[in-house]
């Protein structure tokens, strides 16, 4: 079975900073890799997803991340935080087996942006 | 389009009390889940439906039931409540099984 994981469980940041959130995942074949976001209060949103194609992909927000098929990972970038930006971050995998089309989730990472 | 729905939003539970859990998708999607949400812990699937008329076990379904009514609607229903099943429970619905849509979520408190 895949596992996901989120190297960062907490991290506090002042605003402009750069923000770089580690995920790695523990499947060998075709994977399907996903960031969510949840707002305090809220339910889980897209922010970016990556299917095939460019390992560099955009989400929304001005947030990116780069797949690294060597490495395992799909780590989240933004340039420049705000405060808004506090939220907890979710990788998600969805591998390709024969038990159907199941993401799995990362345990999450808590992000705090301080004015 | 009001996308997933989930009712209720809170609910509060006595040990040994049963309830059922709504949701209901009007994005004609073929797959539905059921995750519960734990601090610490991410989300744990506990049960999917891969098409109308399929159900089956994610990763902790013990002491819960599902059924899918139609294409629209995936229930989970709690038999016999405990003290652990205090959760955050959030269905999604999936065109394709990747991609995932969530509902607002369901708190509840078993005592």
């Known amino acids: 079975a895949q596992s996901v994981s989120q190297h960062n469980h907490h991290v506090i940041l002042s605003e402009a900073a750069s923000l770089e959130l580690g995920c790695n995942y523990s499947?060998?074949?075709?994977?399907?890799l996903f960031w969510y976001v949840q707002y305090p209060g809220q339910h889980l949103q897209l922010l970016l997803k990556?299917?095939?194609?460019?390992?560099l992909v955009k989400g929304i927000k001005g947030f990116e991340a780069e797949f690294i098929k060597s490495k395992f990972s799909f780590n989240l970038r933004k340039p420049s935080v705000q405060w808004s930006d506090t939220a907890e971050y979710f990788c998600?995998?969805?591998?390709?087996?024969?038990?159907?089309?199941?993401?799995?989730f990362g345990t999450g990472t808590q992000l705090k942006v301080e004015l | 389009n009001a996308g997933v729905t989930q009712t209720p939003k809170f609910q509060v539970l006595k040990t040994g009390q049963s309830m059922t859990l709504q949701c209901a998708q009007d994005?004609?999607?073929?797959?539905m889940y059921w995750y519960r949400q734990d601090p610490g812990m991410g989300l744990r699937l506990i049960y999917y439906?891969?098409?109308?008329?399929?159900?089956d076990k994610g990763e902790v379904p013990n002491g819960y039931n599902v059924s899918r009514l139609n294409k629209r609607e995936f229930s989970l229903r709690l038999e016999s409540a405990a003290p652990s099943q205090t959760s955050v429970y959030f269905c999604?619905?999936?065109?394709?099984?990747?991609?995932?849509?969530f509902g607002p979520g369901t708190r509840l408190t078993v005592l």
């Open positions: 999604a619905s999936s065109p394709r099984g990747n991609e995932q849509f």
């Open positions: 499947y060998g074949g075709t994977v399907n």
């Open positions: 990556y299917f095939s194609g460019d390992p």
């Open positions: 998600a995998v969805n591998a390709f087996t024969g038990g159907g089309n199941k993401l799995t």
């Open positions: 994005m004609n999607h073929n797959s």
């Open positions: 439906s891969a098409s109308e008329g399929t159900t």
